[in-house]
T-cell receptor, first 116, second 111 residues
Framework: EAQVTQNPRYLITVTGKKLTVTCSQN?????MSWYRQDPGLGLRQIYY???????DKGDVPEGYKVSRKEKRNFPLILESPSPNQTSLYFC???????????????FGSGTRLTVV | QKEVEQNSGPLSVPEGAIASLNCTYS??????FFWYRQYSGKSPELIMF????GDKEDGRFTAQLNKASQYVSLLIRDSQPSDSATYLC???????????FGSGTQLTVLP
């Protein structure tokens, strides 16, 4: 089954304790992204990757790191989590977008993170 | 700052009625537009995309695009209670990276 797999689904952690949220896709997609979703603010892009070893900042990258060592994996790293990073996180992937192409993102199931 | 605006709702319609969801975007360079449905606590799922002016129909769903007015809409005919969800509008500019989402419209279909 074609899918984007995130782990864990739920995570409660303490301020300052490094954590990693994993993301893996089995569709051979070039593009992968991380979004956070907060009430009233919608989905905001944190980081994206166009291919292996190619990553760039989205709209809200502060406090996050990513890496893309393999095409299928795109982990999100919080080096020193803070309470304002409490949110619902989604990983998403899409194939290369031809001009005018209609490829939307396929989303993972989400990770609900609470930082206390 | 590229923006996608949606009425946050909530929007309520009776079962069997037409639900109309609207979206405007600020970036004239936007090329493709997407409608996602998101049930509470779940991930967004793609319903439709459109990139040409006019209407695009898929079953009970019709997407409409007017680039001159920078306006996108989604019509849901014969609305069902199972359509109750938050609907997200998204616009994509030159690269797949620049997919900007609106904050969503919450739709409730009343039995």
């Amino acid at each position: 089954e074609a899918q984007v797999t995130q782990n864990p689904r739920y995570l409660i952690t303490v301020t300052g304790k490094k954590l990693t949220v994993t993301c893996s896709q089995n569709m051979n997609h070039e593009y992968m992204s991380w979004y956070r979703q907060d009430p009233g603010l919608g989905l905001r892009q944190i980081y994206y990757s166009m291919n292996v070893e190619v990553t760039d900042k989205g709209d809200v990258p502060e406090g996050y790191k990513v890496s893309r060592k393999e095409k299928r994996n795109f982990p999100l790293i919080l080096e020193s989590p803070s309470p304002n990073q409490t949110s619902l996180y989604f990983c998403a992937s899409t194939p290369y977008a031809r001009r005018g192409g209609g490829y939307g993102y396929t989303f993972g199931s989400g990770t609900r993170l609470t930082v206390v | 700052q590229k923006e996608v605006e949606q009425n946050s709702g909530p929007l309520s319609v009776p079962e069997g009625a037409i639900a109309s969801l609207n979206c405007t975007y600020s970036d004239r360079g936007s090329q493709s537009f997407f409608w996602y449905r998101q049930y509470s606590g779940k991930s967004p799922e793609l319903i439709m995309f459109i990139y040409s002016n006019g209407d695009k129909e898929d079953g009970r769903f019709t997407a409409q695009l007017n680039k001159a007015s920078q306006y996108v809409s989604l019509l849901i005919r014969d609305s069902q209670p199972s359509d109750s969800a938050t609907y997200l509008c998204a616009a994509r500019s030159g690269s797949a990276r620049q997919l900007t989402f609106g904050s969503g419209t919450q739709l409730t279909v009343l039995p």
